[in-house]
């Protein structure tokens, strides 16, 4: 454990340090990972090292890392992680084992199968032959559906079909979060990106560069199309103080030139 004046807290992405006394809140690897994805950490039982999965930006893997609270008699904290696994399975909720040897984790491979409902069946059937996506959204006049790879992340569109299928998005962009797609003009997505926040992005249907809509430090998440196709609606992320707890608003976006 850390010192008996100082205790480490994880909320849904990120470690914190924290007074005994309940002030002096700060974080622990504050420009470490941006986006933050660290989570679920737990300590040796000599209090020598903090064991915790993270996902590094650009990649969504979760992977072990071992923080070490002290280096010598007078040693300062380091914190600079020492990464323990390196997939190909996630790797999640580290616990020590007793004597301190081993780790006791939970591994998980990702798979998937894209299928849909048959309410004559009553049965689950497969759709565009089973593929393992995720995010679909399909087109307002039905002909038309863009999906996320899954788990690669890249995007696609195609026909209901499977026909004219496309590749939209490539590695190392991972497209996460919702998919907005309007009728065969282009898609929405908004892409976890090294080494800085997430903001959404358009993307022809037809491929091309992505175009971004959104800019800034703060993330912004979840984008749709209204009905009106000239605007959108999304999540955004204000600045966050040390301390705080983050809200989120859904701004509206005018986009006069669609």
């Known amino acids: 454990m850390p010192s008996a004046s100082l205790r480490w807290i994880t909320n849904s992405n990120s470690i914190w340090e924290v007074g005994s006394d309940g002030i002096a809140l ?32 650009g990649t969504r893997n979760s992977n072990l890392w071992a923080l070490r609270e002290k280096v010598g008699l007078f040693g300062r904290p380091n914190r600079e992680p020492v990464q323990l696994t390196f997939g190909p399975l996630d790797f999640q909720m580290p616990v020590p084992s007793a004597d301190g040897r081993r780790l006791y984790v939970i591994g998980v491979q990702q798979r998937g199968e894209l299928v849909r409902y048959d309410p004559k069946s009553k049965q689950f059937q497969p759709f565009l032959s089973a593929i393992w996506a995720e995010q679909l959204d399909f087109s307002r006049d039905g002909q038309w559906v863009a999906y996320v790879l899954y788990p690669e992340g890249s995007l696609w569109r195609s026909k209901l079909d499977g026909s004219e299928r496309l590749q939209l998005t490539f590695a190392p ?6 998919v907005g797609l309007r009728t065969a003009s282009g898609s929405l997505f908004r892409p976890p990106r ?26 912004d998440w979840d984008p749709c199309w209204l009905a009106d196709d000239k605007s959108l609606v999304f999540v955004h992320f204000p600045p966050i103080s040390e301390g705080t707890v983050p809200q989120s608003g859904c701004p509206v976006t005018p986009l006069s030139r669609w």
């Open 173 to 178: 962009t991972q497209v996460s979060r919702r």
């Open 194 to 219: 090294p080494a800085s926040p997430s903001n959404i992005y358009s993307v022809a249907a037809d491929g091309g560069n992505p175009e971004p809509l959104t800019a800034g430090e703060r993330p």
């Open 26 to 57: 700060r974080p622990i690897l504050a420009d470490w990972n941006k986006p933050h994805k660290e989570c679920c950490g737990s300590w040796t039982l000599d209090g020598r090292y903090y064991i915790f999965e993270a996902a590094r930006a």
